[in-house]
Protein backbone atom coordinates (compact mmCIF):
# COMPACT_ATOMS: atom_id res chain seq x y z
CA UNK A 1 0.00 0.00 0.00
CA UNK A 2 1.04 3.36 -0.98
CA UNK A 3 1.81 5.52 2.10
CA UNK A 4 -0.53 8.25 3.41
CA UNK A 5 -0.22 11.65 1.89
CA UNK A 6 2.03 14.00 3.35
CA UNK A 7 1.69 18.06 1.74
CA UNK A 8 5.17 19.29 0.95
CA UNK A 9 7.86 19.96 2.77
CA UNK A 10 6.04 21.74 4.94
CA UNK A 11 4.30 18.88 6.79
CA UNK A 12 6.16 16.96 9.08
CA UNK A 13 4.03 14.26 10.02
CA UNK A 14 1.06 12.50 8.28
CA UNK A 15 -2.64 13.18 9.24
CA UNK A 16 -4.10 11.55 11.90
CA UNK A 17 -5.40 8.17 10.95
CA UNK A 18 -9.08 9.63 11.93
CA UNK A 19 -8.82 13.12 10.33
CA UNK A 20 -7.47 11.18 6.91
CA UNK A 21 -10.48 9.23 6.85
CA UNK A 22 -13.10 12.55 7.29
CA UNK A 23 -10.87 14.32 4.90
CA UNK A 24 -11.15 11.84 2.30
CA UNK A 25 -13.47 11.51 -0.59
CA UNK A 26 -12.08 8.69 -2.63
CA UNK A 27 -14.81 6.41 -1.54
CA UNK A 28 -17.41 8.11 -3.55
CA UNK A 29 -15.19 10.43 -5.65
CA UNK A 30 -13.53 7.64 -7.58
CA UNK A 31 -17.35 7.92 -9.67
CA UNK A 32 -15.66 10.98 -11.39
CA UNK A 33 -12.28 8.61 -12.41
CA UNK A 34 -13.11 8.88 -16.45
CA UNK A 35 -13.94 11.95 -15.87
CA UNK A 36 -10.94 13.12 -14.31
CA UNK A 37 -8.77 11.11 -16.58
CA UNK A 38 -10.54 12.64 -19.78
CA UNK A 39 -9.95 16.19 -18.17
CA UNK A 40 -6.21 15.77 -17.52
CA UNK A 41 -5.85 14.47 -21.12
CA UNK A 42 -7.18 17.52 -22.33
CA UNK A 43 -4.95 19.60 -19.89
CA UNK A 44 -1.86 17.87 -21.02
CA UNK A 45 -2.67 18.25 -24.63
CA UNK A 46 -2.68 21.90 -23.71
CA UNK A 47 0.42 21.60 -21.84
CA UNK A 48 2.15 20.78 -25.23
CA UNK A 49 0.71 22.86 -27.47
CA UNK A 50 1.58 25.72 -25.63
CA UNK A 51 5.35 23.96 -24.70
CA UNK A 52 4.79 24.51 -20.95
CA UNK A 53 5.56 21.26 -21.19
CA UNK A 54 7.57 19.00 -24.63
CA UNK A 55 4.94 17.55 -26.56
CA UNK A 56 6.83 14.01 -26.13
CA UNK A 57 5.86 14.94 -22.29
CA UNK A 58 2.54 15.42 -23.21
CA UNK A 59 2.51 12.22 -25.17
CA UNK A 60 3.37 10.04 -22.39
CA UNK A 61 0.90 12.01 -20.43
CA UNK A 62 -1.67 11.38 -22.64
CA UNK A 63 -1.23 7.63 -23.56
CA UNK A 64 -0.35 7.18 -19.88
CA UNK A 65 -3.65 7.92 -18.54
CA UNK A 66 -5.27 5.96 -20.67
CA UNK A 67 -3.26 3.34 -19.07
CA UNK A 68 -5.01 4.27 -15.68
CA UNK A 69 -8.21 4.02 -17.07
CA UNK A 70 -7.68 0.71 -18.63
CA UNK A 71 -6.41 -0.47 -15.51
CA UNK A 72 -9.41 0.85 -13.69
CA UNK A 73 -12.00 -0.57 -16.34
CA UNK A 74 -10.61 -3.79 -15.87
CA UNK A 75 -10.85 -3.68 -11.84
CA UNK A 76 -7.47 -3.38 -11.15
CA UNK A 77 -7.33 0.55 -9.75
CA UNK A 78 -8.53 0.34 -5.85
CA UNK A 79 -7.53 3.44 -4.39
CA UNK A 80 -8.03 3.63 -0.72
CA UNK A 81 -8.07 6.29 1.73
CA UNK A 82 -4.20 7.01 1.82
CA UNK A 83 -5.14 8.59 -1.72
CA UNK A 84 -7.30 10.77 -0.24
CA UNK A 85 -9.45 11.36 -3.49
CA UNK A 86 -9.88 10.75 -6.71
CA UNK A 87 -7.42 13.46 -8.65
CA UNK A 88 -4.70 12.29 -6.19
CA UNK A 89 -5.26 8.27 -6.66
CA UNK A 90 -5.08 9.52 -10.64
CA UNK A 91 -2.14 11.38 -10.22
CA UNK A 92 -0.31 9.25 -8.37
CA UNK A 93 -1.06 6.13 -9.92
CA UNK A 94 0.20 8.07 -13.39
CA UNK A 95 3.81 8.80 -12.08
CA UNK A 96 4.36 4.91 -10.88
CA UNK A 97 3.33 3.88 -14.56
CA UNK A 98 5.26 6.63 -16.31
CA UNK A 99 7.84 8.09 -13.62
CA UNK A 100 8.83 11.62 -12.87
CA UNK A 101 6.81 12.92 -16.07
CA UNK A 102 4.03 12.24 -14.69
CA UNK A 103 4.57 14.52 -11.87
CA UNK A 104 4.18 17.55 -14.49
CA UNK A 105 0.30 16.72 -14.97
CA UNK A 106 -0.22 18.63 -12.67
CA UNK A 107 1.75 22.17 -14.09
CA UNK A 108 -0.66 25.56 -14.53
CA UNK A 109 -3.80 23.61 -11.79
CA UNK A 110 -5.04 23.08 -8.96
CA UNK A 111 -7.89 20.54 -7.83
CA UNK A 112 -9.94 23.32 -7.02
CA UNK A 113 -10.13 24.36 -11.41
CA UNK A 114 -10.28 20.40 -11.75
CA UNK A 115 -12.93 18.69 -9.66
CA UNK A 116 -15.07 21.62 -10.56
CA UNK A 117 -14.16 20.43 -14.46
CA UNK A 118 -14.49 17.11 -13.30
CA UNK A 119 -18.15 17.60 -11.70
CA UNK A 120 -19.56 19.49 -14.75
CA UNK A 121 -18.02 16.84 -17.03
CA UNK A 122 -20.04 14.10 -15.03
CA UNK A 123 -23.29 15.97 -14.24
CA UNK A 124 -23.15 17.19 -18.48
CA UNK A 125 -23.29 12.94 -19.27
CA UNK A 126 -25.72 12.31 -16.44
CA UNK A 127 -28.02 15.09 -17.85
CA UNK A 128 -27.60 13.21 -21.24
CA UNK A 129 -28.87 9.78 -20.09
CA UNK A 130 -31.71 11.39 -18.26
CA UNK A 131 -32.97 12.85 -21.03
CA UNK A 132 -32.95 10.17 -23.14
CA UNK A 133 -35.09 8.00 -20.31
CA UNK A 134 -37.52 11.15 -20.77
CA UNK A 135 -38.01 10.02 -24.00
CA UNK A 136 -38.53 6.26 -23.76
CA UNK A 137 -40.88 6.92 -20.51
CA UNK A 138 -42.99 9.70 -22.59
CA UNK A 139 -42.84 6.65 -26.20
CA UNK A 140 -44.75 4.59 -23.22
CA UNK A 141 -46.76 7.16 -22.08
CA UNK A 142 -47.88 8.37 -25.68
CA UNK A 143 -48.41 4.34 -26.79
CA UNK A 144 -50.69 3.94 -23.61
CA UNK A 145 -52.68 7.01 -24.98
CA UNK A 146 -52.99 5.86 -28.40
CA UNK A 147 -54.32 2.74 -27.04
CA UNK A 148 -56.95 4.84 -24.65
CA UNK A 149 -58.27 7.38 -27.07
CA UNK A 150 -62.14 6.32 -26.26
CA UNK A 151 -61.46 4.74 -22.87
CA UNK A 152 -63.22 7.29 -20.51
CA UNK A 153 -61.99 7.98 -16.65
CA UNK A 154 -63.54 10.26 -14.35
CA UNK A 155 -61.64 13.52 -13.75
CA UNK A 156 -61.44 14.99 -10.50
CA UNK A 157 -61.25 18.07 -8.80
CA UNK A 158 -60.04 18.55 -5.22
CA UNK A 159 -60.36 14.25 -5.71
CA UNK A 160 -64.02 14.76 -6.24
CA UNK A 161 -65.24 13.63 -9.56
CA UNK A 162 -65.81 16.42 -12.03
CA UNK A 163 -65.83 16.00 -15.54
CA UNK A 164 -65.07 12.62 -17.69
CA UNK A 165 -61.98 12.90 -19.77
CA UNK A 166 -60.82 10.30 -22.24
CA UNK A 167 -57.94 8.34 -20.28
CA UNK A 168 -55.46 9.69 -23.41
CA UNK A 169 -55.69 13.00 -22.47
CA UNK A 170 -55.32 12.06 -18.56
CA UNK A 171 -51.75 10.45 -19.87
CA UNK A 172 -50.99 13.20 -22.21
CA UNK A 173 -50.87 15.44 -19.21
CA UNK A 174 -47.77 13.93 -17.92
CA UNK A 175 -46.21 13.62 -21.00
CA UNK A 176 -46.12 17.46 -20.86
CA UNK A 177 -44.73 17.60 -17.55
CA UNK A 178 -42.22 15.62 -18.60
CA UNK A 179 -41.62 17.35 -22.12
CA UNK A 180 -40.89 20.51 -19.84
CA UNK A 181 -38.77 18.82 -17.59
CA UNK A 182 -36.37 17.57 -20.99
CA UNK A 183 -36.61 20.92 -21.78
CA UNK A 184 -35.32 22.17 -18.58
CA UNK A 185 -32.80 19.79 -18.12
CA UNK A 186 -31.50 20.99 -21.77
CA UNK A 187 -31.44 24.59 -20.35
CA UNK A 188 -29.70 23.87 -17.34
CA UNK A 189 -26.90 21.65 -19.48
CA UNK A 190 -26.26 25.35 -21.24
CA UNK A 191 -24.64 26.52 -18.08
CA UNK A 192 -22.77 23.08 -16.70
CA UNK A 193 -21.01 22.99 -20.00
CA UNK A 194 -18.65 26.11 -18.99
CA UNK A 195 -15.33 24.97 -18.22
CA UNK A 196 -13.28 25.86 -15.04
CA UNK A 197 -10.39 24.66 -16.54
CA UNK A 198 -7.62 26.76 -15.97
CA UNK A 199 -8.75 29.13 -13.33
CA UNK A 200 -6.10 27.22 -10.85
CA UNK A 201 -6.54 27.64 -7.26
CA UNK A 202 -8.68 30.59 -7.42
CA UNK A 203 -6.48 33.49 -9.20
CA UNK A 204 -5.38 32.36 -12.62
CA UNK A 205 -1.65 30.88 -13.20
CA UNK A 206 1.33 32.61 -14.14
CA UNK A 207 1.87 29.92 -17.23
CA UNK A 208 0.61 30.69 -20.88
CA UNK A 209 -1.91 28.69 -21.12
CA UNK A 210 -5.03 28.23 -23.18
CA UNK A 211 -8.10 27.86 -21.79
CA UNK A 212 -10.34 27.77 -25.04
CA UNK A 213 -8.27 25.03 -26.30
CA UNK A 214 -8.92 22.32 -23.08
CA UNK A 215 -12.52 24.03 -23.34
CA UNK A 216 -12.51 22.95 -26.63
CA UNK A 217 -10.67 19.39 -26.13
CA UNK A 218 -13.26 18.66 -23.85
CA UNK A 219 -16.62 19.90 -25.34
CA UNK A 220 -17.42 22.91 -23.56
CA UNK A 221 -19.18 25.80 -24.72
CA UNK A 222 -17.53 28.72 -22.82
CA UNK A 223 -15.27 28.91 -20.10
CA UNK A 224 -15.80 30.75 -16.92
CA UNK A 225 -14.66 34.29 -17.06
CA UNK A 226 -14.00 34.92 -13.57
CA UNK A 227 -11.21 32.34 -11.98
CA UNK A 228 -12.89 32.69 -8.46
CA UNK A 229 -16.29 32.29 -9.64
CA UNK A 230 -14.74 29.59 -11.67
CA UNK A 231 -13.57 27.63 -9.04
CA UNK A 232 -16.32 28.09 -6.23
CA UNK A 233 -19.43 27.96 -8.61
CA UNK A 234 -21.97 25.18 -7.53
CA UNK A 235 -24.79 26.87 -9.54
CA UNK A 236 -24.45 24.24 -12.32
CA UNK A 237 -25.41 21.71 -9.08
CA UNK A 238 -28.01 23.50 -7.85
CA UNK A 239 -30.01 23.79 -11.14
CA UNK A 240 -29.44 20.08 -12.30
CA UNK A 241 -30.79 19.43 -8.86
CA UNK A 242 -33.98 21.64 -8.82
CA UNK A 243 -34.49 20.01 -12.25
CA UNK A 244 -34.60 16.83 -10.99
CA UNK A 245 -37.05 17.55 -8.05
CA UNK A 246 -39.19 19.13 -10.75
CA UNK A 247 -39.24 15.72 -12.88
CA UNK A 248 -39.80 13.90 -9.45
CA UNK A 249 -42.54 16.07 -8.65
CA UNK A 250 -44.21 14.55 -11.78
CA UNK A 251 -43.34 11.50 -11.57
CA UNK A 252 -44.20 11.51 -7.85
CA UNK A 253 -47.73 12.67 -9.02
CA UNK A 254 -48.53 9.75 -11.35
CA UNK A 255 -47.34 7.53 -8.67
CA UNK A 256 -50.03 8.87 -6.21
CA UNK A 257 -52.53 8.40 -8.87
CA UNK A 258 -51.67 4.68 -9.83
CA UNK A 259 -51.53 3.70 -6.22
CA UNK A 260 -55.60 5.22 -5.66
CA UNK A 261 -56.36 3.55 -9.16
CA UNK A 262 -54.86 0.23 -7.66
CA UNK A 263 -57.14 0.35 -4.94
CA UNK A 264 -60.12 -1.40 -4.05
CA UNK A 265 -61.92 1.85 -3.60
CA UNK A 266 -60.64 2.58 -7.49
CA UNK A 267 -60.08 -0.53 -9.18
CA UNK A 268 -58.89 1.25 -12.61
CA UNK A 269 -56.30 -0.78 -12.83
CA UNK A 270 -54.95 -3.70 -11.81
CA UNK A 271 -51.11 -4.68 -11.03
CA UNK A 272 -49.37 -7.20 -13.16
CA UNK A 273 -47.24 -9.75 -11.15
CA UNK A 274 -43.81 -8.27 -12.59
CA UNK A 275 -44.40 -4.82 -10.94
CA UNK A 276 -46.18 -5.75 -7.76
CA UNK A 277 -45.41 -7.68 -4.63
CA UNK A 278 -46.88 -9.33 -2.02
CA UNK A 279 -47.16 -9.27 1.46
CA UNK A 280 -45.37 -11.66 4.15
CA UNK A 281 -48.60 -12.01 6.24
CA UNK A 282 -51.51 -10.76 4.25
CA UNK A 283 -51.81 -13.59 1.11
CA UNK A 284 -54.72 -11.53 -0.67
CA UNK A 285 -52.37 -8.21 -1.11
CA UNK A 286 -51.01 -6.97 -4.23
CA UNK A 287 -49.39 -3.93 -3.68
CA UNK A 288 -47.79 -1.04 -5.48
CA UNK A 289 -44.08 -1.07 -4.48
CA UNK A 290 -43.24 0.56 -7.65
CA UNK A 291 -45.06 3.78 -7.64
CA UNK A 292 -45.00 3.90 -3.80
CA UNK A 293 -41.09 4.02 -3.72
CA UNK A 294 -40.87 6.34 -6.57
CA UNK A 295 -43.36 8.89 -4.17
CA UNK A 296 -40.56 7.65 -1.48
CA UNK A 297 -37.66 8.49 -2.76
CA UNK A 298 -38.63 12.18 -4.36
CA UNK A 299 -38.44 13.19 -0.50
CA UNK A 300 -34.58 12.45 -0.81
CA UNK A 301 -33.95 14.05 -4.00
CA UNK A 302 -35.38 17.34 -2.63
CA UNK A 303 -33.49 16.94 0.39
CA UNK A 304 -30.24 16.90 -1.93
CA UNK A 305 -31.46 20.12 -3.57
CA UNK A 306 -31.92 21.77 0.15
CA UNK A 307 -28.60 20.15 1.15
CA UNK A 308 -26.83 21.96 -1.54
CA UNK A 309 -28.43 25.51 -1.12
CA UNK A 310 -27.53 25.58 1.88
CA UNK A 311 -24.13 24.28 1.45
CA UNK A 312 -23.42 27.46 -0.87
CA UNK A 313 -24.91 30.10 1.57
CA UNK A 314 -22.48 31.08 3.52
CA UNK A 315 -19.79 30.22 1.20
CA UNK A 316 -17.12 32.77 1.07
CA UNK A 317 -15.22 32.98 -1.97
CA UNK A 318 -13.41 31.30 -3.48
CA UNK A 319 -12.94 27.21 -3.38
CA UNK A 320 -13.86 26.07 0.73
CA UNK A 321 -13.65 21.99 1.69
CA UNK A 322 -17.23 22.15 2.20
CA UNK A 323 -17.65 21.71 -1.75
CA UNK A 324 -16.83 18.06 -1.64
CA UNK A 325 -20.20 17.88 0.40
CA UNK A 326 -21.85 18.46 -3.26
CA UNK A 327 -20.61 15.06 -4.63
CA UNK A 328 -22.83 12.68 -3.05
CA UNK A 329 -26.20 14.90 -3.10
CA UNK A 330 -25.53 14.98 -7.12
CA UNK A 331 -24.30 11.07 -7.58
CA UNK A 332 -27.11 10.06 -5.29
CA UNK A 333 -29.69 12.58 -7.20
CA UNK A 334 -28.53 11.01 -10.81
CA UNK A 335 -29.08 7.59 -9.47
CA UNK A 336 -32.37 8.05 -7.92
CA UNK A 337 -34.09 9.73 -10.88
CA UNK A 338 -32.50 7.21 -13.00
CA UNK A 339 -33.78 4.47 -11.32
CA UNK A 340 -37.42 6.30 -11.07
CA UNK A 341 -37.68 6.83 -14.88
CA UNK A 342 -36.49 3.08 -15.46
CA UNK A 343 -39.08 1.83 -13.10
CA UNK A 344 -41.48 4.07 -14.28
CA UNK A 345 -40.82 3.63 -17.43
CA UNK A 346 -41.33 -0.54 -16.75
CA UNK A 347 -44.56 -0.20 -14.19
CA UNK A 348 -46.06 1.52 -17.24
CA UNK A 349 -44.81 -0.75 -20.47
CA UNK A 350 -45.95 -4.12 -18.65
CA UNK A 351 -47.44 -2.92 -15.21
CA UNK A 352 -50.44 -1.64 -15.38
CA UNK A 353 -53.57 -2.72 -17.10
CA UNK A 354 -56.69 -0.45 -17.42
CA UNK A 355 -59.94 -1.84 -16.87
CA UNK A 356 -62.39 -0.03 -19.28
CA UNK A 357 -65.48 -1.56 -17.60
CA UNK A 358 -64.66 -0.44 -14.63
CA UNK A 359 -63.90 2.82 -16.13
CA UNK A 360 -66.75 2.95 -18.45
CA UNK A 361 -69.03 2.11 -15.13
CA UNK A 362 -67.64 4.99 -13.01
CA UNK A 363 -68.80 7.85 -15.78
CA UNK A 364 -72.16 6.64 -16.06
CA UNK A 365 -72.77 6.41 -12.58
CA UNK A 366 -72.63 9.83 -11.49
CA UNK A 367 -73.41 13.75 -11.77
CA UNK A 368 -69.93 14.32 -13.82
CA UNK A 369 -72.40 15.60 -16.79
CA UNK A 370 -73.89 17.90 -15.05
CA UNK A 371 -72.25 20.93 -16.52
CA UNK A 372 -73.42 19.64 -19.48
CA UNK A 373 -76.61 20.15 -18.73
CA UNK A 374 -76.02 23.49 -17.95
CA UNK A 375 -74.17 24.03 -21.55
CA UNK A 376 -77.30 22.62 -23.18
CA UNK A 377 -79.47 25.23 -21.69
CA UNK A 378 -76.80 27.85 -22.42
CA UNK A 379 -76.36 27.06 -25.99
CA UNK A 380 -80.97 27.53 -25.68
CA UNK A 381 -80.07 30.94 -25.02
CA UNK A 382 -80.55 29.99 -21.42
CA UNK A 383 -77.89 32.68 -19.17
CA UNK A 384 -75.24 30.32 -17.65
CA UNK A 385 -75.69 31.10 -14.20
CA UNK A 386 -79.78 30.65 -14.33
CA UNK A 387 -79.25 27.22 -16.14
CA UNK A 388 -76.35 26.19 -13.33
CA UNK A 389 -78.80 27.19 -10.15
CA UNK A 390 -81.55 25.32 -12.38
CA UNK A 391 -79.25 22.30 -12.75
CA UNK A 392 -78.25 22.43 -9.00
CA UNK A 393 -81.74 22.10 -7.84
CA UNK A 394 -82.16 18.91 -10.45
CA UNK A 395 -79.28 17.35 -8.29
CA UNK A 396 -80.59 17.93 -5.39
CA UNK A 397 -84.17 16.50 -6.09
CA UNK A 398 -82.47 13.48 -8.26
CA UNK A 399 -79.88 12.84 -5.48
CA UNK A 400 -83.10 12.61 -2.76
CA UNK A 401 -84.69 9.99 -5.37
CA UNK A 402 -81.80 7.84 -6.00
CA UNK A 403 -81.61 8.34 -9.68
CA UNK A 404 -79.24 9.71 -12.24
CA UNK A 405 -79.95 12.49 -14.59
CA UNK A 406 -80.06 10.02 -17.30
CA UNK A 407 -83.20 7.93 -15.78
CA UNK A 408 -85.02 11.24 -15.34
CA UNK A 409 -88.39 11.20 -18.05
CA UNK A 410 -88.85 13.73 -20.79
CA UNK A 411 -91.56 15.22 -18.95
CA UNK A 412 -89.60 15.83 -15.65
CA UNK A 413 -86.89 17.77 -18.15
CA UNK A 414 -89.93 19.79 -19.35
CA UNK A 415 -90.99 19.98 -15.95
CA UNK A 416 -87.55 21.71 -15.23
CA UNK A 417 -87.40 24.01 -18.21
CA UNK A 418 -88.86 24.14 -21.40
CA UNK A 419 -86.15 24.34 -23.21
CA UNK A 420 -85.18 20.83 -23.13
CA UNK A 421 -85.99 18.12 -26.12
CA UNK A 422 -85.08 14.85 -26.48
CA UNK A 423 -81.43 15.62 -27.71
CA UNK A 424 -80.62 15.62 -23.77
CA UNK A 425 -79.93 12.12 -23.43
CA UNK A 426 -77.37 12.54 -26.18
CA UNK A 427 -75.94 15.03 -24.58
CA UNK A 428 -75.57 13.73 -20.95
CA UNK A 429 -73.89 10.44 -22.27
CA UNK A 430 -70.61 10.23 -21.14
CA UNK A 431 -69.39 9.95 -24.44
CA UNK A 432 -71.09 12.58 -25.70
CA UNK A 433 -70.25 14.51 -22.40
CA UNK A 434 -66.23 13.94 -23.32
CA UNK A 435 -66.43 14.50 -27.19
CA UNK A 436 -67.91 17.54 -26.65
CA UNK A 437 -65.29 19.08 -25.13
CA UNK A 438 -63.27 19.97 -28.18
CA UNK A 439 -61.92 23.15 -27.36
CA UNK A 440 -57.89 23.38 -28.02
CA UNK A 441 -56.15 21.46 -25.20
CA UNK A 442 -59.46 20.11 -24.11
CA UNK A 443 -60.13 16.40 -24.05
CA UNK A 444 -62.77 16.28 -27.00
CA UNK A 445 -61.35 12.99 -28.67
CA UNK A 446 -60.64 15.27 -32.08
CA UNK A 447 -58.29 17.27 -29.59
CA UNK A 448 -56.82 14.57 -28.33
CA UNK A 449 -55.83 13.24 -31.28
CA UNK A 450 -54.17 16.25 -32.47
CA UNK A 451 -52.24 16.06 -29.19
CA UNK A 452 -51.23 12.86 -30.29
CA UNK A 453 -49.72 13.79 -33.40
CA UNK A 454 -47.77 16.84 -31.95
CA UNK A 455 -45.98 14.51 -29.02
CA UNK A 456 -45.48 12.08 -31.49
CA UNK A 457 -43.74 15.10 -33.74
CA UNK A 458 -42.30 16.26 -30.84
CA UNK A 459 -40.39 12.73 -29.79
CA UNK A 460 -39.29 12.19 -33.79
CA UNK A 461 -37.36 15.61 -33.28
CA UNK A 462 -33.84 14.85 -32.08
N1 LIG B 1 -11.82 16.27 -3.06
C1 LIG B 1 -11.88 17.68 -3.23
C2 LIG B 1 -13.33 18.10 -3.53
O1 LIG B 1 -14.09 17.27 -3.87
C3 LIG B 1 -11.02 18.12 -4.33
C4 LIG B 1 -10.56 19.52 -4.26
C5 LIG B 1 -9.65 19.69 -3.11
N2 LIG B 1 -9.12 21.01 -3.07
C6 LIG B 1 -8.50 21.51 -1.99
N3 LIG B 1 -8.09 22.73 -2.06
N4 LIG B 1 -8.34 20.83 -0.89
O2 LIG B 1 -13.70 19.25 -3.43
Known amino acids: MTKPQTWSQRFETALHPAIAQFNASISFDIELIEYDITGSQAHAKMLAKTGIISVEEGETLVSGLETVRQEYRRGELNPGVEAEDVHFAVERRLTELIGDVGKKIHTARSRNDQVGTDTRLYVRSQITAIRDQIRQFQQVLLTLAQDHVETL ?217 ATDVADYLATKGVPFREAYNLVGKVVKTSLAANKLLKDLTLDEWQGIHPAFEADIYDAIAPRQVVAARNSYGGTGFEQVRVAIAAAQQRLSKP
Request: proline share 5%; hydrophobic share 45%; with cysteine.
Open 153 to 369: IPGYTHLQRAQPVSLAHHLLAYFEMVQRDWERLGDVAKRVNISPLGCGALAGTTFPIDRHYTAELLGFEDVYANSLDGVSDRDFAIEFACAASLMLVHLSRLSEEIILWASEEFRFVTLTDSCATGSSIMPQKKNPDVPELVRGKTGRVFGHLQGLLVLMKGLPLAYNKDLQEDKEALFDTVKTVQGCLEAMTILLSEGLVFQPPRLAAAVASDFSN
